[in-house]
């Protein structure tokens, strides 16, 4: 979770994290619980999160991209 972009795309667009908050009915607290790792967003928050905000996806904030090289077979 990069909290530090989620707060970016939300200042890009106007959003406070208390008018968030109160319209996706999560308390602040919560919010700054699962933002600094303490517990993990569910599903549905991250989805309601995404919608709210108007991003296209969830991945770079909530998710990172994990890519592997491809390592060479042996065989």
Known sequence: MDKYKLEYEM???GISIEKMCAD???SRSTFYRKCNGITQFTQREIQS???YIGLDSPMGIFFTEKV???TP???
């Open 68 to 70: 592997s090289k491809k």
């Open 24 to 26: 996706i009915h999560m």
């Open 73 to 75: 077979s042996l065989i």
């Open 49 to 51: 999160i995404v919608d």
């Open 11 to 13: 200042r890009s667009r």
